[in-house]
């Protein structure tokens, strides 16, 4: 089903949202976009995607998960309220919703995550197309159509008198079925779907090939240590990766009281495996072969996906350009 | 850059290889992306060819000295060779490990300052180049002029040492001369109240996700085990508060007093684009006020946080 908007009814729109959930769209704050409060902002110019992947408004990089106070040798937990509140989330890229669907079932599994959970359950997802193919991404590659999904409530594509939305759930449903939108066509839905400007015209690498030969690379030490060798094991690739979730816990105490909280962790870190009298991955020609194993096969024998959706992010903003595309090349090869 | 500095480095490295000089050589090939550069850490012989020399320098190659065992050849500009003033003077590497080669630097061009000057998105960009004193800027299919100093990097722009201070070889290039006495200590957050500044940095603090890439890629951060790292006692929680990001980033800028040579490459890789160098640039200026010193330039004079005097005016260490 399609309907479609004028620009300037979005924005009526959007806005009109707000009585209801709380409404987040693309801005630049600080210099980077960043999905932040819909404020009628002048939307979406020169927006490709966001600095920070919006998996950090689910697994959050700072979350409380309980509180307890000790009283005359009796211990008191006090668990945190549900997370209720309704949101909206405009502008979201098809390969960051692809990545919210691929860690689903990380978080839904034996032992449900409660705040991914309702992280997820009280947020909309209206996607965006692309129209220009990211620096550093090989979301293609990765099986992903930058201009259409069905991993959102509502999807929408430009077209020059305003948007046309594919309406994908019985929320997005209810969501766009007010009086601002009209009916669209099928045609008119096939027609917006325009070029992606430098997108390339053969894919740089087999998905298939990868998958199966990072096992086959992954004895072979000599490889992992050259790969590696340039890799200052920061945490970026994993904290502005849309799909890696891993996850540390650090109590804050006070006198008779404290609370526990969840942060991001990285695998880069040398710390990340460090147990009391061994530590598995000491060397970073061992992490960094994990990140890539991990992604490309690990993940897949457990959730049948891979976790990695090509959108870039860690390829820009490596400090030392190392670049994970040229690496599944080889592993392709 | 001219490709005859590129051909003399190129054949320089090759000669260490082949009279068994040097067991690696650090420098620089094509990144993979536009105006990006990347790290060679070459073993072998083969590997030189990829050599590259251009404006987009990135990474402190000096940095590597902390992992990489053997005798190593390096190419290092003017702030670079800095640092490994400071790594010598703090025993971390041996002189007689490297081989120097040095690389005089009209400074770096940074994109994002194009990107404004230019008036586009940074991914906008197609090429940049000099010409004379100008650059040169393709957006789309049209070509726009900027002028160098609206382009290159701040730490460029009143860079006093643009000529490697230690090499064993120097290979030919212009260099550009410090462009003005300039800017950085007259920052204009210095000039503000001291709230106005802790609030300042509260909000940039606030924002840091604590990858540590700052400190990882920092040659001047030596230390094997980071006190944030520690669990026993956690001197500082690993959660992104804005308290502990506080405290991880002041303690890390004082404990790279006098061997940071500002060579910015803390905020060139910060994703969160935190501007580290202002507290750098200070920390500079503080230090060669109160102790005559400046970092990474003197291999003899001792290092202010590795001296004890007797006579010291404070009492505080006694």
């Not at chain 1, 300037?8 to 704050?29: D, H, M, R, Y």
């Not at chain 2, 520690?230 to 890390?252: C, I, K, Y």
């Amino acid at each position: 089903m399609y309907r479609k908007i004028t620009r300037e009814n979005l924005k009526k729109w959007l806005t009109g949202l707000k009585a209801q959930a709380e409404v987040l769209a693309p801005a630049k704050v600080n210099g980077l976009w960043t999905y932040t409060e819909f404020n009628s902002q002048e939307l979406l110019r020169g927006f490709q995607n966001t600095r920070l992947p919006p998996k950090g408004l689910f697994l959050e990089s700072l979350r409380a998960l309980f509180g307890w106070k000790s009283q005359g040798g009796s211990l008191q937990l006090n668990p945190l309220s549900s997370l209720d509140g309704q949101r909206v989330i405009f502008g979201l890229r098809p390969c960051d919703a692809r990545a919210l669907r691929t860690l689903q079932p990380v978080f839904a599994g034996d032992y449900p995550d409660v705040f991914f959970l309702q992280n997820l359950s009280r947020t909309l997802l209206l996607g965006l197309a692309c129209q220009v193919q990211c620096e550093g991404s090989f979301c293609s590659e990765m099986g992903i159509d930058p201009q259409d999904s069905a991993d959102f409530d509502i999807f929408f594509r430009e077209f020059p008198e305003g948007y046309i939305a594919r309406i994908i759930t019985d929320k997005g449903n209810i969501l766009a079925g007010e009086s601002a939108f009209e009916e669209a066509s099928a045609e008119e839905w096939k027609l917006a779907r325009g070029q992606i400007r430098g997108r390339r015209e053969k894919p740089l690498f087999d998905l298939e090939r990868v998958q199966v030969n990072v096992l086959e690379y992954f004895p072979d030490e000599n490889f992992w240590r050259r790969i590696s060798a340039k890799c200052i094991n920061c945490g970026i690739c994993t904290y502005v990766c849309p799909t890696c979730h891993c996850f540390d816990l650090c109590d804050l105490q006070m006198p008779g009281q404290g609370v526990r909280f969840r942060c991001w962790d990285s695998c880069a870190f040398p710390n990340f495996t460090k147990m009391a009298v061994h530590n598995p991955r000491e060397e970073k020609w061992r992490r960094y072969r994990q990140r890539v194993s991990h992604k490309f096969n690990f993940f897949h024998q457990n959730f049948q996906t891979i976790a990695c959706v090509g959108c870039g992010r860690c390829v820009v903003y490596c400090p030392v350009n190392l670049d994970l595309r040229e690496v599944l090349l080889e592993v392709s090869r | 850059m001219p490709d005859r500095v590129q051909d003399e480095l190129i054949a320089m490295a090759t000669k260490l290889f082949d009279e068994g000089k040097v067991d690696y050589f650090l420098g620089y090939k094509k990144g993979t992306l536009k105006f990006k550069t990347s790290p060679l850490i070459a073993s072998h012989r083969e590997e030189l060819q990829q050599l590259w020399v251009e404006d987009f320098f990135a990474v402190n190659l000096s940095l590597y000295l902390k992992e990489i065992k053997g005798r190593v050849g390096i190419l290092v500009k003017g702030c670079d060779s800095r640092s490994l003033i400071s790594l010598l003077q703090e025993g971390q590497i041996k002189r007689e490990d490297l081989y120097i080669v040095g690389l005089p630097c009209p400074g770096q061009i940074d994109p994002r300052k194009v990107a404004d000057a230019a008036a586009c998105e940074r991914e906008e960009l197609e090429e940049i180049s000099r010409r004379g004193g100008e650059i040169l800027v393709r957006v789309g299919s049209q070509e726009k002029t900027v002028s160098k100093n609206q382009t290159l990097l701040d730490k460029c722009l009143d860079c006093q040492h643009p000529k490697p201070l230690i090499f064993d070889y120097l290979l030919p290039g212009d260099y550009v001369a410090p462009v003005q006495q300039i800017i950085r200590s007259q920052d204009e957050l210095r000039q503000k109240p001291g709230l106005e500044r802790w609030a300042f940095w509260a909000e940039q603090f606030q924002r840091c996700i604590r990858c540590y890439a700052c400190r990882n890629v920092c040659p001047a951060c030596i230390c094997p085990r980071c006190i944030v790292e520690e669990n026993m006692p956690q001197w500082v929680s690993p959660l992104p508060t804005a308290g502990d990001n506080f405290v991880f980033h002041l303690m890390r800028l004082m404990h790279i007093a006098g061997t940071c040579v500002s060579c910015g490459e803390c905020e060139r890789v910060c994703p969160m684009e935190i501007p580290l160098m202002k507290l750098n640039d200070k920390m500079a200026d503080d230090l060669r006020e109160l102790f005559d010193f400046v970092a990474g330039v003197d291999l003899n004079k001792p290092l202010p946080f590795r001296t004890y005097r007797q006579e010291d005016p404070n009492d505080f260490i006694k």
